[in-house]
Protein backbone atom coordinates (compact mmCIF):
# COMPACT_ATOMS: atom_id res chain seq x y z
CA UNK A 1 0.00 0.00 0.00
CA UNK A 2 1.12 3.66 -0.59
CA UNK A 3 -0.40 6.98 0.42
CA UNK A 4 0.11 9.53 -1.27
CA UNK A 5 -0.33 13.48 0.10
CA UNK A 6 -0.19 16.71 -2.22
CA UNK A 7 0.41 20.03 -0.95
CA UNK A 8 1.33 23.05 -2.44
CA UNK A 9 -1.67 24.34 -4.02
CA UNK A 10 -3.35 27.50 -4.02
CA UNK A 11 -4.52 30.89 -5.83
CA UNK A 12 -2.44 32.40 -8.06
CA UNK A 13 -2.88 35.00 -10.78
CA UNK A 14 -2.13 34.62 -14.35
CA UNK A 15 1.63 34.23 -15.74
CA UNK A 16 2.60 33.25 -11.91
CA UNK A 17 4.17 29.74 -10.18
CA UNK A 18 3.25 26.94 -8.27
CA UNK A 19 5.25 24.21 -6.83
CA UNK A 20 2.96 20.95 -5.98
CA UNK A 21 4.76 18.13 -3.75
CA UNK A 22 3.13 14.51 -3.19
CA UNK A 23 4.69 13.36 -0.53
CA UNK A 24 4.72 9.42 -0.25
CA UNK A 25 4.73 6.57 2.30
CA UNK A 26 4.34 2.75 2.40
CA UNK A 27 6.36 0.52 -0.01
CA UNK A 28 9.36 1.33 -1.75
CA UNK A 29 8.79 4.77 -3.59
CA UNK A 30 11.50 4.24 -5.97
CA UNK A 31 9.86 1.67 -7.77
CA UNK A 32 7.13 3.42 -8.76
CA UNK A 33 6.11 5.53 -11.83
CA UNK A 34 4.66 8.81 -10.44
CA UNK A 35 2.03 10.86 -12.33
CA UNK A 36 0.35 14.13 -12.08
CA UNK A 37 -3.37 14.72 -13.21
CA UNK A 38 -5.83 17.51 -13.35
CA UNK A 39 -9.50 17.73 -13.11
CA UNK A 40 -11.43 20.85 -13.78
CA UNK A 41 -15.28 21.10 -12.99
CA UNK A 42 -17.43 19.17 -15.16
CA UNK A 43 -14.72 17.89 -16.87
CA UNK A 44 -12.90 14.59 -17.05
CA UNK A 45 -9.43 13.45 -14.76
CA UNK A 46 -6.50 14.62 -17.44
CA UNK A 47 -3.16 13.42 -17.74
CA UNK A 48 -0.74 16.46 -16.85
CA UNK A 49 2.99 14.96 -16.73
CA UNK A 50 4.51 11.61 -15.25
CA UNK A 51 7.99 10.76 -14.23
CA UNK A 52 9.79 7.03 -14.69
CA UNK A 53 10.66 5.59 -11.44
CA UNK A 54 13.93 6.43 -12.15
CA UNK A 55 13.56 9.61 -13.06
CA UNK A 56 15.82 9.85 -16.04
CA UNK A 57 12.69 9.74 -18.50
CA UNK A 58 9.32 12.25 -17.95
CA UNK A 59 6.49 13.27 -20.39
CA UNK A 60 4.00 16.00 -19.98
CA UNK A 61 0.96 16.89 -21.78
CA UNK A 62 1.06 19.29 -24.90
CA UNK A 63 -1.14 21.75 -23.20
CA UNK A 64 1.69 22.53 -20.35
CA UNK A 65 5.15 21.53 -22.58
CA UNK A 66 7.65 24.34 -21.82
CA UNK A 67 5.68 25.40 -18.52
CA UNK A 68 5.49 22.45 -16.31
CA UNK A 69 7.96 20.20 -15.19
CA UNK A 70 7.62 17.10 -13.16
CA UNK A 71 11.09 15.43 -10.91
CA UNK A 72 11.43 13.34 -8.19
CA UNK A 73 13.56 13.05 -5.05
CA UNK A 74 13.77 9.26 -4.23
CA UNK A 75 15.63 10.00 -0.95
CA UNK A 76 12.68 11.97 -0.02
CA UNK A 77 10.19 10.06 -1.31
CA UNK A 78 8.62 12.88 -2.67
CA UNK A 79 7.81 13.92 -6.45
CA UNK A 80 7.57 17.33 -7.57
CA UNK A 81 5.59 19.24 -10.32
CA UNK A 82 6.66 23.17 -11.05
CA UNK A 83 3.79 24.97 -12.89
CA UNK A 84 5.07 28.26 -14.26
CA UNK A 85 3.05 30.70 -16.66
CA UNK A 86 0.47 29.78 -14.98
CA UNK A 87 -3.08 30.43 -17.14
CA UNK A 88 -6.88 30.30 -15.79
CA UNK A 89 -7.53 27.00 -17.75
CA UNK A 90 -4.94 25.27 -15.69
CA UNK A 91 -7.50 25.66 -12.51
CA UNK A 92 -8.51 22.35 -11.47
CA UNK A 93 -7.64 20.05 -8.14
CA UNK A 94 -4.50 18.16 -8.93
CA UNK A 95 -4.24 14.70 -8.03
CA UNK A 96 -0.56 12.58 -7.34
CA UNK A 97 -0.53 9.64 -8.77
CA UNK A 98 1.80 6.05 -8.52
CA UNK A 99 1.79 3.11 -10.59
CA UNK A 100 3.53 -0.34 -9.71
CA UNK A 101 6.40 -0.69 -12.45
CA UNK A 102 8.69 2.14 -13.53
CA UNK A 103 7.32 3.06 -16.81
CA UNK A 104 4.60 5.54 -16.74
CA UNK A 105 1.58 5.50 -19.08
CA UNK A 106 -0.86 8.63 -19.73
CA UNK A 107 -3.97 7.11 -18.79
CA UNK A 108 -5.22 7.29 -15.02
CA UNK A 109 -6.35 3.79 -15.30
CA UNK A 110 -2.87 2.55 -15.60
CA UNK A 111 -2.48 4.06 -11.76
CA UNK A 112 -2.65 2.10 -8.67
CA UNK A 113 -2.55 4.82 -5.34
CA UNK A 114 -4.15 8.42 -5.51
CA UNK A 115 -3.62 11.36 -3.76
CA UNK A 116 -6.59 13.39 -2.13
CA UNK A 117 -6.00 16.14 -4.51
CA UNK A 118 -4.97 19.89 -4.30
CA UNK A 119 -6.62 22.71 -5.50
CA UNK A 120 -4.71 25.27 -7.78
CA UNK A 121 -6.59 28.52 -8.44
CA UNK A 122 -5.08 30.49 -11.47
CA UNK A 123 -6.96 34.44 -11.65
CA UNK A 124 -6.61 36.46 -14.53
Known amino acids: QVQLVESGGGLVQAGGSLRLSCAAS????????MGWFRQAPGKEREFVAA????????AEADSVKGRFTISRDNAKNTVYLQMNSLKPEDTAVYYC?????????????????WGQGTQVTVSS
Open 97 to 113: AARVGGTYYRGPDEYDY
Open 51 to 58: IRWSGGST
Open 26 to 33: GRIFSRYA
